[in-house]
């Protein structure tokens, strides 16, 4: 398996681009389903997790083909409603938005249960529940989940946990129910917002995305588009950590300012400078990092997917810093990892108490899931000595390029295989 090594101290300086959201793409992608044309998307990220999407399409016979490297165009014009349950499927958990596209399309759909990062038990109740309330009826036999419906009606869906994933599946599933359905405790995140806009532009009716009620007005026919994804909240938020992290000073572009708000104003509560432009932020860092408390919670809250990033950081701020989990039960397994790298957190339920250390200091560490390995890239590239990371395949999920984009800020970090031997960067890309 190949390994990251990275040699820690150097300032983190220039320039980097933002790609697409991954939590949007995926959404998008399985979105397309619905569609009675051809979509195009553009701004998709190159990350593995939309290989692999659309890999899972293509067993249902979706076509998918990239139009150059941010371009996929997907064609759902001969879609088959059959199970869905290759191995991939259980490798990328937003697979579970076919569920709700299938269903929403089809009135029935057949999925393998769902898979991804594992931080905790990660139950789909909201999901099953929001189809009941359309008028489906579910089951869960031999690892597959079995949805279907004589009819898709509109209802009033309450989410007694704001869910991502389950409001996604749900405007999914009633965007062409008969009549209206209201979801309430509807989670905010601006991937919910690209996703409706992206089933609006196809002639969906939905409105208030990005409020907690979200209704949608099912329609009888979507058809083709041509749509943008907006840039990743957290790849900018990483590298906006990165930056900090090693006293550099780094322009993050191809970002919308909006979603980055909570994580700018926690940088700026550390003594991060933060510069604001219309598509990027500018972050420099000089001088000690000062200590704060974080709860993460879903947006507008500081995100779930940036607490590894900025607990990383908080181990090098002066003083002892409390970072409350908000969002899942057990988000902090990559903390015995910084341990060996020498910070010092104790982690008790969903809160970790951070006493921060001068200096972090290389060694052998594993990425346990997608935002701890960027958290262990960020504590690399700030430690003194050598950081191999193993499983960057999990970091490759989500971060396009990353190897190369640190290495154009000035990071000393490699690819290097079992036998730590380089890999020729060039291969790679
Ligand atoms: C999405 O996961 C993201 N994944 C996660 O990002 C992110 O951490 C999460 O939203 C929260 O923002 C994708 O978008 C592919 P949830 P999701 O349903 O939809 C509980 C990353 O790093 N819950 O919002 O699975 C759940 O246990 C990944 O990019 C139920 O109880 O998350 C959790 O405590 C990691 N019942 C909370 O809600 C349900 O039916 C939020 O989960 C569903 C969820």
């Not at 990350?47 to 249902?60: G, N, Q, Y």
């Not at 003083?319 to 060996?340: A, C, M, P, Q």
């Not at 935002?371 to 950081?387: K, M, Q, Y």
Request: with cysteine.
């Amino acid at each position: 398996m190949e390994k990251f090594l990275i040699t820690g101290g150097n300032k983190l300086k220039g320039t980097v681009k933002v790609g697409g959201a991954k939590n949007a793409a995926l959404a998008v992608m399985s979105a397309s389903v619905l569609s009675n044309e051809v979509c195009r998307i553009k701004n998709i990220p190159g990350i593995s997790d939309v290989s692999l999407v659309a890999k899972i399409l293509a067993e249902i016979n979706v076509k998918v083909k990239m139009l150059n490297k941010t371009t996929i165009e997907i064609d759902p014009t001969r879609v088959v409603q059959r199970p869905v349950s290759c191995d991939i499927v259980r490798r990328v958990r937003a697979s579970y938005y076919l569920l709700g596209a299938l269903l929403g399309r089809f009135s029935k759909a057949s999925v393998s249960l769902p898979g991804g990062c594992n931080f905790g038990v990660r139950p789909i109740d909201q999901h099953l529940k929001g189809f009941a309330r359309l008028g489906a009826n579910y089951e869960i036999d031999a690892g597959m989940i079995n949805v279907e419906s004589e009819k898709l009606s509109g209802n009033n869906v309450y989410f007694d946990v704001v869910s991502v994933g389950a409001t996604i599946n749900i405007i999914l599933a009633s965007v062409k129910a008969e009549g209206l359905t209201v979801l309430e405790n509807a989670a905010k995140e601006p991937h919910v917002v690209d996703l409706a806009n992206f089933l609006n532009s196809m002639g969906a009716d939905i409105r208030g995305a990005g409020t907690d009620v979200i209704k949608i007005r099912g329609v009888e026919y979507l058809s083709g588009t041509s749509y943008s994804i907006i840039p990743d909240q957290i790849e900018a938020g990483t590298y906006m950590v990165a930056a900090a992290a090693t006293g550099g000073d780094v322009m993050v572009q191809n970002v919308t300012p909006k979603h980055l708000e909570a994580i700018k104003s926690k940088l700026e509560e550390m003594g991060v400078t933060i510069e604001e432009h219309e598509e990027s932020v500018r972050v420099t860092q000089d001088g000690p990092l000062e200590k704060c408390n974080v709860k993460t919670m879903p947006h507008p809250g500081f995100p779930t997917d940036m607490q590894p990033q900025i607990s990383a950081l908080l181990s090098l701020a002066q003083g002892t810093s409390i970072v409350n989990e908000g969002v899942w039960d057990n988000r902090f397994r990559y903390i015995e990892e910084l341990k060996r790298m020498g910070a010092n957190i104790s982690v008790d339920g969903k809160i970790a108490v951070i006493e921060g250390v001068k200096r972090l200091t290389g060694t052998y560490t594993k990425a346990t899931d997608l935002r701890a390995g960027a958290a262990l890239v960020i504590a690399g590239l700030a430690a003194s000595g050598e950081t191999t990371i193993e499983n960057i395949d999990h970091i490759e999920r989500g971060y396009e390029n990353i190897c190369q984009k640190l290495l154009n800020l000035g990071a000393n970090i490699k690819r290097i295989n079992e036998e730590n031997e380089p890999i020729n960067m060039a291969k790679v890309l």
